[in-house]
């Protein structure tokens, strides 16, 4: 599977750097997004390091929305939002920041007017850890 081992994302799957969790299989892991645009906004991600969904496998992004699926499901149990996005993002234009590919799953509260470009901003790390905690649980895998 490849990796690249200046990739953020890839240094996160092989445990280099932190992350908070909340499902893993053996194509693709999940984690809570640490400058989440709405409570509960948490990462799919390939284990496969592809820049983007024209480099991305269709084994990977299969396994991505499947996983996608799964976490959304019980983002939307715990967390109880009024509806999820999902969001991908190709290339600056589409204001794409780490360049592997990944699937947002945003929870979306009505009128919360959260725009595409929704900026990154830190958020507080005991509540995200916590609710990460709690996905996870609920996930149970
Ligand atoms: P993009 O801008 O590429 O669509 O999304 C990248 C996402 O990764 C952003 O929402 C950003 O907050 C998140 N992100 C960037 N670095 C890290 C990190 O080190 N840990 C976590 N958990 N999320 C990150
Ligand atoms: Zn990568």
Request: overall charge negative; hydrophobic content about 45%.
């Amino acid at each position: 599977m490849s990796k690249d081992p200046d990739c953020i994302f890839c240094k996160i799957i092989a445990g280099d750097i932190p992350c908070f969790r909340i499902y893993e299989d053996e194509d693709t892991l999940a984690f809570m997004d640490i400058n989440p645009a709405n409570e509960g906004h948490c990462l799919v991600i390939t284990k496969e390091h592809a820049a983007n969904l024209y480099k991305v496998s269709d084994a990977a992004i299969s396994a991505a929305a499947r996983s996608a699926k799964k976490v959304a499901a019980v983002v939307n149990a715990v967390v109880g939002p009024d509806g999820i996005n999902l969001v991908q993002a190709n290339g600056e234009g589409a204001e794409q920041s780490v360049f592997h590919f990944h699937l947002h799953v945003m929870p979306r509260r009505i009128g919360d007017e959260l725009k595409m470009n929704w900026g990154h901003h830190p958020g507080d790390m005991e509540r995200i850890k916590a609710l990460g905690e709690e996905i996870a649980a609920a996930i149970g895998d």
